[in-house]
C-alpha cells in the first residue's frame, strides 16, 4: 500500500500548471473562486487620505488643554467632500469617512460634544492625538502587493482588489474537468428505482466539488459498464478536458473497466493508498487524439463508495485543481483538537474519520464510519486524520482537517 503523502507528492509533480500565456483578464466582479495569475500591486495608498472614524468634530488637541472648552465651527465635511486647512482654533464639523482637514490632530466623537447656538461646539472631553484618524496607507500602501500569485480569490480579497481600484484580475484559466460515473447498477434521481439499482450521488457532489474550485465541469453521466464504452467515453473526454475524473470501477474486479481502459488510451497507475475510507486510486493520463508526445488529459479514477470518493477528492483531487492553476499551498492546514470519542482498535490505514466540533470545544464522533454513509459527511463539520496504527483514547489531541477549509 502507499503512503497518501508520498502519492500526494508523485501526483503534484507529474502535473504541471497552467503556463502564464494561458492567464486570462477577466472582471473582479466574477473572479470569485478564481486564482490569481500574477501578483496584484496597489498603485494608491488605502484608504487614500487621513479620514474620520467617526461623526464628530475634528480640532487640533492644542485648542483643547481641558475637557468643556468651546470651538467656533469653521467648516462642514461630509465624506465624499473636499475639506479645506483647518483654522487654529476652530473646529470642524465631520462625518464618518470624510477627510480630516490638514491642520487637524483629531476627531472627537459627537456623543462627547455639544453643539451650542451661534455656531459653536462645546468640547467635553480632552482628545489624544490621532483619535478617531484613519490614516492614508493605514491598509495599503501604494507600491505594495496585494496579493501574491496563487491567491485563491476569496470574496474579501475580491474587495481588497477593488479597494486599490482594480475593475480587472488577470487570473489562471478554468481548468476544464470532465467527470462521469461507471457502474450499472446507478440510475439517476427521478428515475424510478428498480431492484439491484441505487441513485448515482456521486454525479452530485463531484460536480459540486469540482465546479467550487473554480473549474468547469462537464457532467459525461454515467458510462456502461463495458470496455468498449469506458474507452470510447475517455477519448473523446481527452480532446477538450484538462482532467478526466471518474468514480467507481477502480479496484480490479472482473467489473471494473477503468483500468484495461485507461492503460489502452494512454497509462495509468493504480494505487492502494493507505488510507481509510478510499483505497483504490488511478492516477493517469489519457492521450489526446492521435499525437502521442502531446500531453495528454490527466486521468483520476476514484472509488465508487460515496465516502470514499468525497474523501478522496479532497485529499487528492483539490489539490491538483489548485496546483493546475498555480495554488501554492495545496495541502489543507490540520488543527490541534480535542478528540471526546475513543477509538480502541488500531488500523493499517492512515484513517479520516468524519467529526463533528461540539460545544465544548472538542470533538465528537459519526457512530458509522462505513464508507457507504454519506450521512457522516454531512453530519460531520471535518475529519480527523488518525495515522496508521494510532488509537484514540477520549481527551487524546487529534489533528483535525475542516471542511470549511477542504471545501473551499
Ligand atoms: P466500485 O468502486 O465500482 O466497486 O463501487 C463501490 C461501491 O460504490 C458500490 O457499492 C457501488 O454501488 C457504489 N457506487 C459506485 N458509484 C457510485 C455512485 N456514482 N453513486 C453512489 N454509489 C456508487
Ligand atoms: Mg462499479
Redesign the pocket.
Known amino acids: 500500500m502507499l503512503d497518501l503523502d508520498e502519492a500526494l507528492g508523485r501526483l503534484l509533480r507529474s502535473v504541471t500548471p497552467f503556463a502564464a500565456d494561458t492567464a486570462e483578464s477577466i472582471s473582479t466582479f466574477d473572479a470569485r473562486g478564481r486564482v490569481l495569475a500574477a501578483e496584484l500591486r496597489s498603485l494608491i495608498d488605502v484608504p487614500p487620505a487621513d479620514n474620520t472614524a467617526m461623526d464628530g468634530y475634528a480640532l487640533r488637541c492644542a485648542d483643547v488643554p481641558a475637557a468643556g472648552v468651546s470651538l467656533p465651527v469653521s467648516q462642514r465635511i461630509a465624506a465624499g467632500a473636499v475639506a479645506s486647512p483647518l483654522q487654529p482654533g476652530t473646529a470642524a464639523r465631520i462625518f464618518t469617512g470624510a477627510p480630516v482637514p490638514a491642520g487637524a490632530d483629531a476627531v472627537v466623537m459627537q456623543e462627547q460634544c455639544a453643539a451650542l447656538d451661534g455656531g459653536a461646539v462645546r468640547i467635553d472631553a480632552v482628545p489624544q492625538s490621532g483619535q478617531w484618524i484613519r490614516r492614508r496607507g493605514e491598509d495599503v500602501q501604494a507600491g505594495a502587493v496585494v496579493l501574491p500569485r496563487g491567491a485563491r480569490l476569496t470574496p474579501q480579497a475580491l474587495g481588497l482588489a477593488a479597494s486599490v481600484g482594480s475593475a480587472t484580475l488577470t487570473v489562471a484559466r478554468r481548468p476544464r474537468v470532465a467527470l462521469f460515473?461507471?457502474?450499472d447498477?446507478?440510475v439517476m434521481p427521478g428515475d424510478p428505482l428498480p431492484s439491484g439499482a441505487?441513485?448515482?450521488?456521486?454525479?452530485y457532489t463531484l460536480r459540486a466539488l469540482i465546479e467550487s474550485l473554480g473549474c468547469e465541469c462537464t457532467d459525461v453521466g454515467?458510462v456502461p459498464d463495458r470496455l468498449d464504452a469506458t474507452r470510447d467515453a475517455l477519448r473523446r473526454a481527452a480532446l477538450e478536458h484538462d482532467v478526466i475524473v471518474t468514480?467507481?470501477?477502480?479496484?480490479v474486479?472482473e467489473?471494473?473497466h477503468i483500468r484495461p481502459a485507461v492503460e489502452a488510451e494512454g497509462r495509468i497507475d493504480l494505487w492502494q493508498l493507505a488510507i481509510k475510507p478510499g483505497k483504490?486510486l488511478a492516477f493517469g493520463e489519457v492521450r489526446r487524439g492521435a499525437s502521442t508526445d502531446a500531453r495528454g488529459a490527466y486521468f483520476i479514477g476514484l472509488?465508487?463508495?460515496?465516502v470514499?470518493?468525497f474523501v478522496t477528492f479532497l485529499l487528492v483531487v483539490r489539490p491538483l485543481l489548485l496546483h493546475l492553476q498555480g495554488v501554492g499551498e495545496v495541502t489543507p492546514r490540520g488543527l490541534p483538537m480535542r478528540a471526546d470519542f475513543d477509538i480502541a482498535q488500531p488500523d493499517r490505514r492512515r484513517e479520516f474519520l468524519r467529526v463533528r466540533l461540539n460545544a465544548a470545544g472538542g470533538l465528537d464522533l459519526f457512530a458509522n464510519q462505513s464508507s457507504?454513509v454519506l450521512t457522516s459527511a454531512v453530519w460531520g463539520d471535518g475529519l480527523v486524520d488518525n495515522p496508521i496504527g494510532a488509537t484514540i483514547r477520549a481527551g487524546d489531541t487529534v489533528r483535525y482537517l475542516s471542511f470549511t477549509e477542504l471545501l473551499s
Open positions: 460515473s461507471t457502474g447498477e446507478l441505487i441513485y448515482n450521488s456521486n454525479r454515467i468514480s467507481g470501477g477502480v479496484s474486479g467489473e471494473d483504490p472509488p465508487g463508495n460515496p470514499s470518493s457507504g
